[in-house]
């Protein structure tokens, strides 16, 4: 129900935008993230979006240089990450969940999107 996609290889200092497809007749999450996991490390909260107000709320890591933002006529969630760093390089996930709270613990998420990668080389 939920498909990541627009992952790449990209040098320092560029851009990716990664999407996130939500599909589903009763799929209605409230809140959606993005979150990453680089090789030998945990699965870290990026962003996240309150579906119905478009609250936002990112991690310092990434504040002032990547945007989260939905087209809610699409279902479809964004990820722009611009100034990438080789320290953001990693599969990237996104998640949703029901409940209205944006919070940044993976494990309250109830929904799972397939990994995206994303290699930024120095």
């Known amino acids: 129900q939920l498909q990541a996609s627009g992952g790449g290889s990209v040098q320092a200092g560029g851009s990716l935008t990664l999407s996130c497809a939500a599909s589903g007749r009763t799929f209605s999450p409230n809140v959606m993230g993005w979150f990453r996991q680089a090789p030998g490390k945990e699965r870290e909260f990026v962003a996240a979006?309150?579906?119905?107000?478009?609250?936002?709320y990112y991690a310092d890591s990434v504040k002032g240089r990547f945007t989260i933002s939905r087209d809610n006529a699409k279902n479809t969630m964004y990820l722009q990450m611009s100034s990438l760093k080789p320290e953001d390089t990693a599969d990237y996930y996104c998640?949703?969940?029901?409940?209205?709270?944006?919070?940044?613990?993976?494990?309250?998420?109830?929904?799972w999107g397939q990994g995206t990668q994303v290699t930024v080389s120095s």
């Open positions: 998640a949703a969940r029901r409940n209205v709270m944006i919070v940044t613990n993976r494990e309250r998420y109830d929904y």
């Open positions: 979006i309150r579906w119905s107000d478009g609250i936002t």
